[in-house]
């Protein structure tokens, strides 16, 4: 990864690992991929290998995460999704022309049809989002607790009560907010061990 940016938030889920590349919505946002390279390293490390981004791709990239946003969270709140949103997945989907391959070790890969196209990896994210909005796959949408965060994210833990979009970001931040609240109020409770 390159120096000087924020680390990737990176999630099982490829639709809302890509949302999170814009984080604290609601605090001061955090924007993950500021650069056309950083988004050629976000989809490298999601298996979607690009050599290179244009900031036309990038806009187009950005427009696709706030779309996905857009109708996560309204499935979240069980609210309409935003046609402008859907517009903008499907035509992404649409415009894709990535392959599903299996590797010899039982593995499925993205091949996009050239190394420049971008358009291949959006379109391969686009999918992912049309599939668990749709509801194709197991699990729910849910909004992050973090009031800075509220970031739509697809829970898929067993019993679908997960509160925050990432355990060691906002879940942690949140517990360790409460612990030391808890703290003020009682100075003289025993402080946990440092690891």
Known sequence: MRAGFPDFRLGN?????FTGTLSERHGNAVERIPTPHRLVDWLAANGLVVDFCTTTQLE??????????????AVASQDDLPASAVRVINDCSIRGRAAAILTPEGNRRWRLSSPSCVE?????????????IAGERDGKFALCASPTCRAAFFDTSQSRT????????CGNRQKKARF???HRKNPDAPRAPRI
């Open 13 to 17: 889920v490829l639709a809302t690992s």
């Open 60 to 73: 187009l990239a950005r427009e696709l995460r706030e779309s996905i946003h857009a109708a996560s969270t």
């Open 120 to 132: 291949d990896a959006l379109g391969v994210i686009a999918a992912d989002a049309i599939s668990i």
């Open 162 to 169: 997960r509160k925050w979009c990432d355990m060691n970001t």
């Open 180 to 182: 030391n609240a808890n």
